[in-house]
């Protein structure tokens, strides 16, 4: 996936419009509503390069992970006071237990399967403490999907210019998302290509995995969020 290796250093440009402070206030608001653990600490799972991280902050004691290196090395640099550690989220273990864990922006339908997302569940539930909440945001639902839409999304500044033009087709199980990139920058203009295969886990299948890594189920429907979150919480 070039987006979350070469590409990594635009994507905050690519997101610019994504109201991160919005999205974080509204989920500090879900977290006190269903914490019942007393601490403030905070996991996010696939932080990416920190868009979340630099709001919760406010909050919690933040921990960021994510499986890329290069976006954690932008992290990293934009928030040198935050800890960020490079894991898997299907196996990680980093010995710390949390009052609450987010996995945010359809990061989790990255897993290939519902076996892998058993297993994250698993994971999740490893580092929450007695009382504490996950929330999951899914990508889309098949319902919400839109198949062979084309998107277009540009970025215009001096020194930075893109343009990304998307499709989205079904491939099985699979929504896949094509993505084609010109970016141009003083030393010249390039061109990529980025497939991604995303697992779209139904409500049922998130249902299921949570309540077998032996949390409770609870869904939330935010106006920002395209498909509602997915809540565990540890008894």
Known sequence: MAFYSELAKYYD?????KNYSEEVESIHGIISQFKKSGGKKLLEVACGTGGHVQ????????????????M???????????TFVRADMTSFDINKKFDALTCLFGSISYLPNPEALLSTMNSFARHLKSGGVA??????FWEDVILNHIS??????DDLKIARVSNAYKDGDYLVLDFHFVI???????????????????????????SSAGLEYYYETP?????????GVKS
């Open 13 to 17: 440009a690519i997101y610019s419009s």
């Open 55 to 70: 709001f919760f902050k406010k909050y919690y004691d933040v921990i960021g992970c994510d499986i890329n290196q290069d």
């Open 72 to 82: 954690l090395n932008v992290a990293k640099e934009l928030y040198p006071e935050v």
């Open 135 to 140: 929330i999951i945001e899914p990508f889309l």
């Open 152 to 157: 277009l999304d540009t970025v215009d500044s």
């Open 184 to 210: 141009g920058t003083p030393k010249g203009v390039n061109y990529y290509r980025d497939s991604n295969k995303m697992f779209l886990f139904s409500k049922e299948m998130f249902e299921s995995a949570i």
């Open 223 to 231: 106006k920002w969020a395209r498909s509602g979150l997915v809540i």
